[in-house]
C-alpha cells in the first residue's frame, strides 16, 4: 500500500467514527425518548387515535424519519427499532404532513377503528354514511383541521357529481353548515355544476368564528374548488375570514345565512330538509356541522347568569377581572392563556381530571409558562359547585374553594346533534368506556 492511500485509510478510521459515532448516539437518545413515551402512552391509554391518523406500513417503511420531523405536535410520531411508529396517537389531529413526507409512500392516513372513536359517525373511503345518498364531512366526522375538511367536503361532492344525475326538480345536493367543509363542498358543487343549495345557521365561516381573536390558524396547503391553491401555513382568525370573504365575491358562491336545519327526513326517494324559511327536496345531503353547536353545560347553580359564556371571542376586552376558564383541551388553555397575556387579570383554570394528556405541545408549554410566572391558577381534581355574581364556588381535594370571580368561561365541549342524526338512521361507531 502506497503512502498516498495509507494516509488516505487512516484520515477515513478517524473522520468517519467522528461523524457517524455521535449520529448513531443521537438516533439511539431518540429512539430510547421515543420508546418511553410509547410506554407511558399505552399505560395511560392514550397510544391509540381516536380520529384520522396516519397507518404505517411497516414492511415498506425505511426508517428514515421524516414523518417525525415533518409531524407539527412533539411526540406523536417516533422510529423504534427502525421503523416509523405512532407513538401519541390521542394527540393526533390529522394534519397529514407526515404522509406527504413519506419518501416511500409507506404512510396512508385513516380514520381510527370502530370501537376506539367514540360518538363519530360510519362513513366510507366518500364520507358517505349507512344511510345512502347522506354524507358528513368536516369536524362532525372527526376532521376538524383546515385542510382535510375542505379535502373532505370537495372529495364528497365530487363522488356525488359521478353518479346519475335527474331532472325532477329537486337539488341535487344541500350542504348543511358554511364552514371550511361546507364551503369546500358548495364550490365543488358549483364547480360540477350541480343545483345546489348552502345553508348556515349562522354567518359564513363555521367553528373559525368561534376563534379567539386573532388565534392563529395552522393548517397547509389544500385545491380549493373555483379558487385554487390556498397556501397557508400560519395566519390569523380575522384574516382567514377576509379570505373566506374574497372566495365568496370571486366564486359567487350563494350561502343562505341565517337558515337552520329544523328537520332532515326521506320521502319518496328523496332527502326533505326542513328549515324556518321551508322544505327542499334534494337527492344527496352533505352535513358539515360542527361539534360545538351546542355547548355541552355544567349543570350547577348560577350557570344561567349573564357572566357565563362557552366561547371568548376578544381576550383583550377583559381587563382586572376575576377571570375563571372551565376545561381541559386546547380551547380551555388558549382561552386562559390569552386572559393572562397582558398580566391585568387574575386566570384560575379549573379542570376534573389530574392532568392536561391531549394538548397541543405549544399549549402546553405556554400554559407551563404561564403557571410558573403565577399568570395563571390552576386547579386539578377539581369541579364548579356553583356560581354568584361576585365568586364561584370550585370542589377540590382539599375541600371546597370560593374564588373571587367577574366572569366564567366554560369549555367542556360541545354535544352533538345525536338525536338529529340518529333518527335518519346514521350508525354511529361504539364508544368505548375507559
Not at 364520507?127 to 367536503?153: D, H, Y
Not at 372529495?155 to 337539488?171: C, F, L, P
Not at 377583559?318 to 390569552?338: H, N
Not at 370550585?394 to 370560593?402: H, Q, S
Amino acid at each position: 500500500m502506497s503512502t498516498e492511500s495509507l494516509i488516505t485509510l487512516l484520515i477515513a478510521l478517524v473522520v468517519i467514527p467522528a461523524a457517524v459515532v455521535p449520529y448513531l448516539r443521537r438516533v439511539r437518545a431518540e429512539e430510547r425518548r421515543a420508546r418511553k413515551h410509547f410506554e407511558d402512552a399505552k399505560i395511560a391509554g392514550l397510544q391509540s387515535a381516536v380520529s384520522m391518523h396516519p397507518h404505517i406500513n411497516a414492511m415498506e417503511c425505511i426508517g428514515c424519519g421524516g414523518c417525525v420531523d415533518a409531524c407539527p405536535e412533539e411526540d406523536v410520531l417516533g422510529v423504534i427499532d427502525g421503523k416509523a411508529v405512532l407513538v401519541h396517537g390521542s394527540k393526533c389531529v390529522g394534519h397529514g404532513l407526515c404522509a406527504d413526507a413519506c419518501p416511500v409512500g409507506a404512510i396512508v392516513m385513516m380514520m381510527a377503528a370502530p370501537g376506539r372513536s367514540a360518538d363519530l359517525p360510519l362513513l366510507d373511503e366518500h364520507f358517505e354514511t349507512s344511510v345512502r345518498n347522506l354524507f358528513i364531512v368536516g369536524e362532525l366526522g372527526g376532521m376538524g383541521l383546515i385542510k382535510n375538511a375542505i379535502t373532505q367536503g370537495r372529495k364528497a361532492v365530487e363522488h356525488i357529481a359521478s353518479r346519475a344525475r335527474t331532472s325532477d326538480g329537486a337539488y341535487d345536493v344541500v350542504v348543511v353548515g358554511a364552514g371550511p367543509a361546507g364551503l369546500a363542498a358548495g364550490l365543488s358543487a358549483k364547480a360540477n355544476k350541480l343545483k345546489y343549495l348552502l345553508l348556515e345557521q349562522g354567518d359564513a365561516g363555521g367553528t373559525i368564528l368561534q376563534y379567539p381573536r386573532r388565534k392563529i390558524v395552522m393548517t397547509s396547503p389544500v385545491e380549493l374548488p373555483l379558487w385554487g391553491k390556498l397556501k397557508l401555513t400560519e395566519t390569523s382568525k380575522e384574516s382567514l375570514l377576509e379570505l373566506w370573504q374574497q372566495v365568496l365575491t370571486k366564486t359567487q358562491l350563494k350561502v343562505n345565512t341565517g337558515e337552520k336545519v329544523l328537520d332532515l327526513r326521506t320521502a319518496e326517494g328523496h332527502f326533505v330538509v326542513s328549515t324556518p324559511l321551508g322544505e327542499y327536496a334534494a337527492h344527496h345531503v352533505v352535513l358539515a356541522l360542527g361539534r360545538r353547536g351546542t355547548p355541552r353545560k355544567l349543570g350547577v347553580p348560577g350557570e344561567e347568569l349573564g357572566k357565563v359564556t362557552y366561547r371568548l371571542i376578544d381576550a383583550e376586552t377583559y381587563k382586572d377581572c376575576d377571570v375563571l376558564v372551565v376545561g381541559g383541551g386546547d380551547s380551555a388553555v388558549e382561552a386562559a392563556v390569552g386572559l393572562a397575556l397582558h398580566g391585568t387579570n387574575r386566570v384560575t383554570l379549573s379542570y376534573r381530571k389530574s392532568e392536561f394528556t391531549r394538548l397541543k405541545d405549544r399549549n402546553a408549554k405556554h400554559l407551563e409558562e404561564y403557571r410558573k410566572r403565577n399568570a395563571v391558577s390552576i386547579l386539578l381534581n377539581s369541579n364548579v359547585k356553583g356560581i354568584r355574581e361576585k365568586e364561584v364556588q370550585i370542589e377540590t381535594a382539599e375541600g371546597i374553594r370560593v374564588v373571587p370571580n367577574d366572569y366564567v368561561f366554560i369549555f367542556a365541549g360541545g354535544d352533538m346533534p345525536f338525536e338529529f342524526l340518529k333518527k335518519t338512521g346514521i350508525k354511529f361507531q361504539e364508544q368505548v368506556v375507559a
